[in-house]
């Protein structure tokens, strides 16, 4: 094991963790009494949720897990060569 596989593995392990810890700070969306008695004031209010926080840690959680992918693609890929 050399020193390259061992940071390709810290930084998975590092990365896993920080999406863990964005789908956690992430709000539920249930769609449960009040969703379909407020139905309405959602379409109204959910224009502006781009700029939302909940709407930022969405689209972190994307660019994170494509992160993750990658590296787990590299990491495989550097364990198959070796």
């Given at each position: 094991?050399?020193?390259?596989?061992?940071?390709?593995?810290?930084?998975?392990?590092?990365?896993?963790?920080?999406?863990?810890?964005?789908?956690?700070?992430?709000?539920?969306?249930?769609?449960?009494?009040?969703?379909?008695?407020?139905?309405?004031?959602?379409?109204?209010?959910?224009?502006?949720?781009?700029?939302?926080?909940?709407?930022?840690l969405?689209?972190?959680?994307?660019?994170?897990?494509?992160?993750?992918?990658?590296?787990?693609?590299?990491?495989?890929?550097?364990?198959?060569r070796?």
């Amino acid at each position: 094991m050399n020193a390259f596989e061992i940071v390709i593995g810290i930084l998975v392990i590092i990365v896993s963790l920080v999406i863990i810890g964005v789908v956690i700070l992430q709000q539920g969306h249930r769609a449960g009494i009040n969703g379909a008695i407020s139905g309405g004031a959602d379409t109204f209010l959910s224009k502006n949720k781009a700029r939302t926080f909940d709407a930022s840690l969405a689209r972190w959680t994307k660019y994170i897990a494509l992160l993750f992918f990658v590296l787990a693609i590299v990491a495989n890929v550097i364990a198959l060569r070796g």
